[in-house]
């Protein structure tokens, strides 16, 4: 196997994590929390999403969070948007990226966005146009790329099409989605064996949810077929060990863990996350998922392991 | 990366999944989970420790649970024995196969068996003479092989000199512990590189311990450099979220999830383990780590999943 000296982390967890959870965090909170990742090292992080607050409760405050951070100069500040109010709220947040979404598989994009895979690429061209247009990116997810809920395998050729489209539209980065949490390092090397004989390696990111525990066995195979780029979520939050559905990114915890045992420069400061996991652990009231945050909490104990 | 078609599980989680556990599983309730684990299509299952009740209470019914379980013709069984008097009792119980056990680092070995490494290789040396002797198998741990909890890092000299003694003991296989589970791919993918040249890789099975989540990503290095057999526990059984120490092994649930999905052949019925798994989560009395256990157990519940 080989692996790139250095990758970068794209941190999604006060988006992608906070959206799945329960309690909401304040204002005040999530604020403090984005600035301890700004000063971690982290050069992009994703902060919020526009979308309707009937949707998305926990991110209602979207525009008081962007406004309210204290932004470090290289750090990319990024936010979802699914539609034109959105981009506009967005814009008017003075956010540095938008990030543009939608499946690989027909009935996920319905259930998720309400519009079949067709009718969506209109709207998303409206929006990366848009965005373009102002001087700012614009980064694409595509959802289910490794298996639906609904659905159960994803047809490559969807995958291939719905990528095709969002970079022909003018996307600066594609972001594929284990959005369940399905995947397994074969499936990812037949996946980019395919994707990337269309699309350059330094233009996909990766982003496993750890929903059945082989998020790091993705990302390992991942590096083998060159890509450099992965999102994760602070302390792997969003999980829930009851439901699956909304099981976390893989912790951005334990992808430092093993890119740094492994000698990947990341540019993160591993001991700030830790302090800004213990933050956002105390703010959420219970136990972030990560498994080397959960270790490293107990080693600040002091505690010493005695097994066979 | 390339992987084998089929590869051995040996089961521990009956040993070093139970010994860490608070709760004290009936012996009755103990045989029953042996039992279904022996349906399962597992053809290695360690089922005990012959240690002193003492040091591990929650095992003191070794010799009640080896003449209690249903023995399946193809199955072995296997416990583990400290010394001379946990020997006579695994012959007594009629034990198919030994496993001797030390560590890598003095500090642990001393620790944890109260010897230097010096003081212990006569006695796992008529430990193993005794075992052949009498036409049983003799397995082979090693600890701590990726790093200590009390001298971090160890030498891969001394890990040499440990498996390469205990071969030529006599032992059939060498069981490479990640005890802490501390190890990262590159680490396994060195260390393997370096004993691959002095034994065979269907003589060496790896332990890893899923305490910072990278097991599944060391397993998966492992395939790559040739390895078949792997140890693990069912549910990952052993941890503890609060206590490293205690930290499980891989889940069985999560190597069969991910070795499956890439095709791989095990000969075990997930099914079948999957209720063994909510058996023995109802005895703990509390949830099992794994994740993809997590995931079918939330699954029965007919959750579905939306998320981006």
Redesign the interface.
């Known amino acids: 196997?080989k692996?790139p000296e250095k990758i970068t982390i794209k941190e999604v967890g006060p988006r992608?994590g906070l959206?799945?959870e329960k309690t909401f965090i304040s204002t005040e909170d999530k604020i403090a929390w984005i600035n301890q990742l700004s000063e971690s090292g982290l050069k992009h992080i994703e902060i919020t999403s526009f979308v309707h607050p009937k949707w998305i409760p926990a991110l209602s405050d979207a525009a008081a969070v962007a406004a309210g951070i204290t932004k470090v100069p290289g750090v990319t500040y990024t936010a979802?948007v699914p539609n034109r109010h959105g981009l506009e709220r967005a814009f008017q947040a003075d956010i540095d990226e938008a990030a543009v979404?939608m499946s690989a598989s027909e009935t996920h994009n319905r259930?998720?966005i309400n519009k079949t895979i067709d009718e969506t690429f209109p709207v998303l061209r409206d929006l990366i146009r848009e965005t373009l247009s102002v001087g700012k990116a614009s980064r694409g997810?595509v959802?289910t790329v490794f298996g639906c809920?609904?659905e159960g395998n994803v047809d490559i050729d969807s995958v291939i099409r719905v990528s095709e489209t969002l970079f022909d539209m003018g996307i600066a980065e594609l972001s594929l989605?284990d959005?369940?949490?399905?995947?397994?390092?074969?499936?990812v090397?037949e996946v980019l064996d395919v994707l990337l004989k269309r699309f350059p390696a330094d233009k996909i990111a990766m982003h496993f949810?750890?929903?059945?525990?082989?998020a790091?066995?993705n990302?390992?195979?991942s590096l083998?077929m060159g890509i450099t780029i992965f999102d994760s979520s602070l302390g792997g939050l969003?999980g829930c060990?009851?439901?699956?559905?909304?099981?976390g990114n893989v912790?951005t915890n334990?992808l430092l863990?093993?890119l740094h045992?492994?000698?990947i420069h990341t540019g993160v400061d591993q001991e700030k996350l830790l302090h800004a996991s213990c933050f956002i652990q105390e703010k959420i009231g219970k136990?972030l998922p990560?498994?080397?945050f959960?270790?490293a909490?107990?080693?600040l104990g002091g505690?010493?392991?005695?097994?066979?």
């Open positions: 196997m692996w992608d959206q799945n979802l979404f259930k998720n997810y959802s809920p609904y989605g959005t369940i949490g399905v995947a397994n390092p074969k499936q090397q949810h750890d929903t059945r525990g082989t790091l066995a990302i390992l195979v083998d969003g060990p009851y439901a699956p559905g909304a099981a912790a334990d863990y093993m045992g492994m000698g136990t990560s498994k080397s959960q270790a909490s107990a080693q505690k010493h392991e005695k097994t066979v």
